[in-house]
């Protein structure tokens, strides 16, 4: 299976920040919109505000909450100034300020003096930090597109590889047919939220879109309904398709546990040998099903190893009890 190298925005600018989830409207008109923000991290700049910024992270989103505001109150007039101006020399990005405050006008000035953009947002100091930091977040998080197909199957997102015409398209759709999720087919765009979860999502422009040889593009969700789509998915299995070779050995117990490295991430993954006539859609459901069983606590092939361990610790017992009364029998005769 290959893995492309993940990819990464390199800056979102102030303007996309407007479409954001933040609800933000600009003090400064235009101004600024156009700055690159390179970090996905706020800061709140109160140190800088009263004169120490040795070690002010000024290219990222600095936040004003009550506590800069009512610091830069406390301040007279000639002093407000030179600390606001002293902020903006830095070539600061964005001003966020919470809790629907507002800049005098003659900070604004100094703001679009220095070309630095002042939005305002309704919500107060934690929730923007919340909202707006998961926005960044996603913004620059690692991002990969894998050729496989994407279905919800009761609860767990399979990721279905293989070569091309393999049929990972097909199992999708009867997976659909019987009742479980799309996300995605063809193209699957995998990004890295945290250290160890991959969301799944498909692109603007497939959609929910499939492809079947032979019939041609399928809506999904016209054909379906909306309950036959997801928009996005933890990606937590992923099941290889390779046509069935004899010479192949394949995993008959399943007590070792394959897994695939995406970007830093450990993802459990199933070779599935397939032919005319194999039910792959009943498997890949005992597949789900059995991964959910393990999520639980619940190993059928450790249960049997360990069971066949105890039969054979048994049967040795057995034996050494027989063997014992062989020895005492034949030392009776003797005396």
Do not use: W
Request: aromatic share 8%.
């Amino acid at each position: 299976m290959h893995i492309p190298e993940p990819v990464r925005k390199e800056y979102v600018t102030v303007r996309e920040l407007l479409v954001g989830p933040v609800h933000l409207r600009p003090q400064t008109d235009d101004i600024g919109l156009d700055n690159h923000i390179t970090d996905k991290s706020l800061h709140r700049p109160q140190l800088a505000l009263t004169g120490f910024t040795e070690l002010f992270t000024y290219y990222r989103v600095q936040l004003f909450g009550n506590t800069e505001f009512y610091y830069l109150k406390s301040l007279s007039s000639d002093a407000r100034r030179a600390a606001f101006e002293a902020i903006c020399s830095f070539n600061v990005p964005v001003i966020v300020c919470a809790n629907n405050h507002e800049l005098d006008d003659e900070l604004v000035n100094i703001a679009k003096a220095h070309n630095v953009a002042v939005l305002t947002t309704p919500f107060d100091t934690t929730k923007t930090i919340y909202v707006l930091s998961e926005y960044l977040d996603d913004q620059f998080a690692e991002q990969i597109t894998l050729h496989g197909s994407f279905v919800d199957v009761y609860g767990i997102g399979m990721l279905f590889v293989g070569s091309s015409g393999i049929g990972k398209s097909e199992i999708a759709l009867d997976l659909v047919e019987r009742g479980h999720r799309l996300v995605a087919d063809d193209a699957t765009m995998l990004t890295k939220k945290r250290e160890s979860v991959l969301m799944g999502t498909g692109s603007s422009l497939v959609k929910h879109l499939v492809e079947i040889r032979g019939v041609g593009l399928i809506d999904v969700r016209q054909m379906f309904g909306v309950r036959a789509i997801r928009f996005q998915k933890r990606l937590e299995l992923i099941v290889e398709l390779e046509n069935y070779n004899e010479i192949h050995e394949y995993d008959r117990l399943g007590i070792g546990e394959s897994t695939v490295e995406i970007m830093g991430v450990s993802i459990p993954s199933v070779t599935l040998p397939i032919f005319p006539g194999k039910n792959v859609t009943v498997i890949s459901e005992t597949i789900a099903l059995n991964h959910l069983l393990k999520t639980y606590g619940y190993n059928a092939a450790l249960v049997f190893a360990e069971n066949l361990q105890q039969h054979l610790e048994d049967k040795s017992r057995t034996h050494t009890n027989q063997d014992l009364r062989s020895v005492t029998y034949f030392q009776s005769d003797d005396e």
